[in-house]
């Protein structure tokens, strides 16, 4: 009984740190793109799939927008963002935004961050969570800030800002 308590009580120290010097080691990556939007036009990157019951409330957006390294659609394309937003606010410009952050190019091709939040889109910079990834950012955490640079109603070009933790 006495030799259970002990290694337990050894046991939990070492195991908090290993976690300390894990979470210690790892460096925050910042990565900077341009995120495009499109619901109108001959291409589209985002549709309607759902209406919600009367306004906006409800609806859901499915998207596949392009990344580029530059706010001008045509600048390199860097990954794509797919996913969903769904108007989650009854009286507000709210959105709940669940999305994968796929890139295609650079150190990080073939890598993806999961991200998920609140974008209420009336604000100048929205924060969201980053919870998780696969490839070099499997398990990564950290925040998106995001900011709406154009606005062509109901197309937009968003500015990311992700700052995630491997």
Do not use: C
């Not at 002990?6 to 995120?35: D, W």
């Not at 410009?93 to 209420?120: F, K, N, Q």
């Not at 100048?124 to 950012?137: D, K």
């Amino acid at each position: 009984m006495a030799s259970g308590k002990l290694s337990s009580s050894v046991a939990l120290p070492a195991f908090a740190l290993m976690v300390v010097a894990l979470l210690a080691g790892g460096q925050a990556e910042h990565l900077h793109f341009y995120m495009h939007d499109v619901l109108t036009g001959a291409t589209p990157t985002a549709g309607q799939g759902l209406n919600g019951p009367g306004g906006h409330f409800g609806d859901t957006i499915v998207i596949d927008d392009v990344l580029t390294a530059g706010s001008s659609r045509s600048s390199a394309a860097v990954g794509r963002a797919k996913g969903q937003y769904i108007w989650a606010s009854v009286g507000n410009p709210e959105l709940l935004v669940t999305m994968e952050v796929v890139l295609t190019s650079g150190p990080y091709a073939g890598s993806s961050v999961t991200v998920v939040g609140r974008d209420d889109i009336g604000a100048p910079v929205r924060e969201l969570s980053v919870v998780g990834g696969t490839g070099q950012f499997r398990m990564a955490t950290g925040y998106v800030l995001w900011k709406t640079v154009s606005l062509d109603h109901p197309n937009a070009i968003l500015e990311l800002d992700v700052y995630v933790n491997p």
